[in-house]
C-alpha cells in the first residue's frame, strides 16, 4: 500500500493508504476492495499512510472485528466495511 490523496466524486480530498494488489478470495476481495481503492480509515481512525494501516491492523487480535472506510477506485463516495480479522496459517 503506498500513501496517496484521492479525490472522490463531491471534490473531497482524502488521506490514505492506496491498495496496489489484493489476494483473490482474501478478506480485502470479499469486502469489494479492487486495486485502486484508498483505505482512509480503520475503525474511524485515519490512515495517512500504507505502514499506517498496517500498524492498525497488527495491532488486533483474530476475531476482532475492525471497520474499514475506503474511497473507491471510481472516485465515488467512501463505504465502510466490517471485516472480522483472521489468522495467517504457518
Not at 472522490?8 to 469489494?32: F, K, M, N, P, T
Not at 463505504?79 to 472480522?84: A, D, L
Amino acid at each position: 500500500m503506498e500513501a496517496r490523496p484521492a479525490l472522490s466524486s463531491s471534490g473531497r480530498l482524502y488521506q490514505g493508504a492506496e491498495v496496489v494488489a489484493v489476494i483473490r478470495d482474501s478478506l480485502a476481495d470479499l469486502a469489494g476492495l479492487q486495486v485502486g481503492s484508498t483505505v482512509i480509515a480503520v475503525n474511524g481512525q485515519p490512515v495517512t499512510s500504507g505502514d499506517a494501516l498496517v500498524r492498525l491492523v497488527q495491532t488486533r487480535s483474530p476475531g476482532e472485528r475492525l471497520a474499514f472506510t475506503y474511497l473507491p477506485k471510481d472516485g465515488s463516495e467512501p463505504r465502510t466495511v466490517t471485516v472480522t480479522l483472521g489468522s495467517i496459517a504457518s
